[in-house]
């Protein structure tokens, strides 16, 4: 399943390591950031309301 990568395993194998993680680390950017957002339009709209 897994291909023979040699004497290059090291390297490649961390370099997916990095991209997985970076991935991660941009999905709970986004998340949070969503959240935030979605939370300060709430507080707008409630201030806005009569």
Not at 2 to 31: H, N
């Given at each position: 399943m897994i291909p023979d990568l040699g004497k290059y395993?090291?390297?490649?194998?961390?370099?997916?390591?990095?991209?997985?993680?970076?991935?991660?680390a941009l999905v709970a950017v986004s998340l949070r950031q969503s959240a935030k957002a979605r939370k300060a339009l709430q507080d707008a709209e409630q201030r806005a309301k009569p």
């Amino acid at each position: 399943m897994i291909p023979d990568l040699g004497k290059y395993a090291t390297d490649v194998l961390s370099a997916y390591a990095i991209a997985i993680l970076l991935l991660v680390a941009l999905v709970a950017v986004s998340l949070r950031q969503s959240a935030k957002a979605r939370k300060a339009l709430q507080d707008a709209e409630q201030r806005a309301k009569p």
